[in-house]
């Protein structure tokens, strides 16, 4: 299975090598033979860095980076940081987006984009909740 993908890759690299060039930075090492009249090339490239989905406070763009409402993980981890000790089900929505525009935009520096309504504002609500309960059992 695995010398079937290098095969397809290599005959796509030798076939298409500008394209490839342009999508990875560097070629560490490349080797040709040739087996029943099919060119074979074994590349190990340098591929680029995968998406941090968190982030980290060492992060330097962590400010420059919007934050979106869709994002319930991501802000119910601000919120559960700030607020430990309050559960989640006993606020309202109109504080739980008070909570989140002073937690994620005035503390945090964060941009929010989007819109607000009940359904994000109750998938966030629920996200913090299972942060809690796994906190407090």
Known sequence: MLSGNIKKYSHFALKNGRI?????????????CSKNNFQISSILLKLPPRNKRYFS???????????????AEDIADMLFEEYRNI???TLRFEQLEN???DTVVKKNKRQLNGHCNEGVL????????????????
């Not at 406070?57 to 994002?71: F, G, M, T, V």
């Not at 109750?122 to 796994?134: C, D, P, R």
């Open 20 to 32: 490839f060039n342009f999508f990875f930075k560097t070629y560490r090492k490349v080797t040709h």
């Open 57 to 71: 406070n060492n992060d330097s763009n962590i400010n420059k980076l919007p934050l979106h409402w869709e994002n």
């Open 87 to 89: 559960d989640p089900l």
């Open 99 to 101: 909570m989140i525009i």
């Open 122 to 137: 109750e998938n966030i609500q629920m996200n913090w909740l299972e942060k809690y309960n796994e906190e407090n059992d």
